[in-house]
């Protein structure tokens, strides 16, 4: 079988710094990407890590380490925009489809 | 064209009733997925297109759902006598290739079934 667990929901401040955390538990493991979907929205690509270490694009920074089957997003100087919910998702091999975590809605308040 | 578009953005059904639900990919990209997603949940994925491929039907939770992709471009997702637990919305997502990183997701068809 296979798991991606990760937060429900989480609360931070504008200009505050969120982590989610995903951990996982897959036959096989390729690469986990994050994606952001807004209410009512498509999901939308963020980052994606094949190899241990941290990814930065912008405001949102991505990190996995392979030997602890673990992952996070961080979100930094949260805008009110980022309020939305946040899904990690791993793919098992190549060319092979995604998995998706529940998914970490996170609120921004003033 | 220039995102992956589905129709119909709404669908109310009786129960029992079959719909067919569509999704056009993004222009030149082999890759096709149909996800599910229930209110407040994870996606959950039901099948995939690569190329000429055969299609990973893996997910598909039951006999009664179906997806076929002419020509290597449009899909067509069909539930057949549909039940009030398939009301969801139906993802599709697109990429260049299935090695590709990041999908391009349609803003998918919430289906309701009364």
């Known amino acids: 079988g296979q798991s991606l667990e990760q937060p429900s929901e989480v609360t931070a401040v504008e200009g505050a710094i969120v982590q989610i955390n995903c951990t996982y538990q897959?036959?096989?493991?390729?690469?986990l990407s994050w994606y952001q979907q807004h209410d009512g929205g498509a999901p939308t690509f963020l980052s994606y890590?094949?190899?241990?270490g941290l990814e930065e694009t912008g405001r949102f920074s991505s990190f996995l380490s392979r030997s602890d089957s673990y992952g996070y997003l961080l979100l930094q100087e949260l805008q009110m925009k980022d309020s939305a919910s946040y899904f990690c998702?791993?793919?098992?091999?190549?060319?092979?489809?995604?998995?998706f975590g529940g998914g970490t809605r996170v609120l921004v308040k003033p | 064209g220039a995102g992956v578009s589905q129709s119909p953005s709404n669908k109310v059904t009786e129960k029992g009733k079959d719909v067919e639900l569509r999704c056009d990919p993004i222009?030149?990209?082999?890759?096709l997925y149909w996800y599910r997603q229930s209110l407040g949940q994870g996606l959950e994925f039901l099948i995939y297109?690569?190329?000429?491929?055969?299609?990973?039907k893996s997910g598909l939770p039951s006999d009664r759902f179906s997806a076929e992709r002419t020509g290597g471009s449009v899909s067509t997702l069909t539930i057949q006598r549909t039940q009030q637990e398939d009301s969801a919305v139906y993802l599709c997502?697109?990429?260049?290739?299935?090695?590709?990183?990041?999908?391009?997701f349609g803003s998918g068809t919430r289906l309701t079934v009364v």
């Open positions: 997502a697109s990429s260049p290739n299935a090695g590709a990183v990041g999908y391009t």
């Open positions: 897959t036959s096989g493991f390729y690469g």
């Open positions: 890590n094949a190899l241990d």
């Open positions: 998702a791993v793919t098992r091999a190549a060319g092979n489809k995604l998995t």
């Open positions: 222009s030149g990209h082999t890759a």
């Open positions: 297109f690569q190329g000429n491929s055969a299609p990973d």
